[in-house]
């Protein structure tokens, strides 16, 4: 009796179920099949175009163009659309659009035929006719001036139907509108100015010296240039280790550390920096490797910067005087110790003038990344030419090349005599040295320069060009047995 009652409660239980099921199925498939509710002139976009040289920035006080589309209800034809735009707002009537779009793709455009009328800040467009139910809609305003203390500028509008009733619409993003910076209000006033309208007059000085685009694009080029400097304040500390590194490979007693030391030079050296940039920013992601565009860049140059550096400690390395070796080696170094407190300080002192040299082909080789979309200096003032059609731009960023060139170029030709200056021994004008520069023979001179003892000798012999390039004194350098050793 009890396996009974079980049953029909089971059984009921099923029952009601299937039924709250079925009900539930029922109330969804009604919702389905109800029809939707149709919003008229669905807006799409409104947007105004950046009037800032390589930017997408819009400016307040600067000539710009309202665009807004809008989707029609498939229901509603509609016979006009009006549009208030923000307080203080400064705009034309005269050259006002109103365009319907059609097909699959809205390729197809037909301009229509309108009364467009102004009042405050309200512009009114009647249709001749009205339009077709459920049309694409696009309305495009001239002329228009935002107030310059920029801000979100709101839109708002209405649309008339054919039966004569109206409707706000709804859903219209605002503007976001920038006020103007210190350069742009001087560029501004600059256009303004008699001499820069009679100095643009000239076409060669206008294409290339344009004051009003020399000055807006200063903010631009100004950001490439932060991220030049950065990307080779990168590039370069990263690559000196690795060129010593390979360097000491390559003077290796290991044929096979000098095979790939070799290889890896005489490849990177061999090929452009050019492909070997496009070889990693687009052969690396089909490969599947996806590294950011900054990191990616530092990696390419400082890869690139070291095969050179190498070559330039390699030859450092093998300028020092091979007494500098034996007077180590007799004072109990090792070979480590030798190379790490002896021959790599020398070795450094003397390529500074070429590692400098090198920093600046580096920071110059970053215009390259242009090419593949990062945005440094050239980049930056590639955007802008584009716009603005004038190569002022690339004038600015020639600036900002030297702004770095030139004071290294100097560095490089002062640390370059200073250093002829202590390898010829002679004494500066302002400073006597009281010191021979020949070596006497005890622990220290032997630990000297052992060029300076070198272009002594030379001196002596009256071989002034050898006195200039102690390194270059037959029988001096660090030979390869001394180097298999260490």
């Given amino acids: 009796m009890v396996n009974c009652d079980r049953t029909v409660s089971v059984k009921s239980f099923a029952l009601a179920a299937l039924v709250a099921f079925a009900l539930a199925f029922a109330g969804l498939a009604a919702v389905a099949a109800a029809p939707g509710h149709a919003y008229a002139l669905d807006v799409e976009k409104c947007t105004a175009r950046p009037n800032v040289s390589g930017s997408s920035d819009v400016l307040g006080g600067t000539e710009t163009r309202i665009t807004w589309e809008g989707q ?25 659009r109103i365009t319907m779009l059609s097909g699959s793709d809205l390729m197809t455009r037909t301009n229509i035929k309108a009364d467009v009328t102004a009042s405050g800040e309200t512009i ?56 103007h910076t210190l350069f742009e209000r001087l560029s501004s006033s600059l256009e303004e100015q008699d001499w820069v309208q009679s100095w643009n007059d000239v076409k060669f000085l206008k294409l290339f010296f344009n004051p009003p685009v020399f000055v807006s694009s200063l903010p631009a080029v100004f950001s490439g240039f932060l991220m030049a400097v950065g990307i080779v304040a990168c590039a370069f500390p990263l690559a000196i280790p690795f060129g010593l590194i390979l360097s000491l490979m390559r003077m290796s007693r290991f044929r096979v550390l000098r095979g790939i030391a070799t290889t890896y030079v005489n490849v990177v050296r061999g090929t452009p920096l050019f492909l070997q940039i496009y070889i990693a920013f687009f052969g690396l992601p089909l490969a599947g490797v996806q590294i950011p565009t900054f990191p990616l860049g530092v990696i390419v140059l400082s890869m690139n910067s070291s095969a050179y550096l190498c070559e330039i400690f390699r030859a450092g390395i093998q300028s020092i005087s091979k007494g500098q070796f034996e007077a180590a080696r007799s004072l109990g170094m090792n070979g480590a110790q030798t190379m790490l407190f002896v021959i790599i300080p020398q070795t450094v002192r003397r390529v500074i003038p070429t590692m400098t040299s090198e920093f600046i082909l580096l920071y110059k080789d970053t215009s390259m990344l242009a090419a593949v979309g990062t945005l440094e200096i050239v980049m930056n003032a590639k955007t802008i030419v584009a716009s603005t059609g004038s190569i002022t731009p690339y004038v600015v960023a020639a600036l900002f090349y030297l702004v770095i060139t030139l004071p290294l170029a100097k560095v490089v030709g002062n640390l370059e005599a200073r250093l002829a200056g202590n390898d010829t021994g002679h004494p500066k004008k302002k400073r006597k040295s009281k010191k021979n520069s020949a070596g006497t023979g005890t622990e220290a001179g032997a630990l000297g320069s052992g060029a300076g003892s070198a272009a002594a000798a030379a001196k002596a012999s009256g071989d002034a060009e050898v006195a200039r390039r102690p390194d270059a004194v037959e029988g001096t350098g660090i030979t390869p047995e001394q180097m298999s050793s260490l």
């Fill in 72 to 96: 029609a209800a498939a229901d509603e034809s509609l016979s006009g659309i009006s549009l208030t735009l923000p307080e203080g707002t400064q705009y034309s009537v005269d050259d006002t």
């Fill in 124 to 179: 009114t467009a009647t249709f001749a006719e009205p339009a077709p139910a459920g049309e694409f809609f696009r309305v495009e305003v001239y002329g228009v001036f935002f107030p310059e203390g920029g801000g979100s500028m709101q839109v708002s509008g209405q649309y008339m139907l054919a039966d004569g009733s109206t409707s706000a619409i709804e859903g219209i993003p605002a503007i976001t509108v920038k006020s």
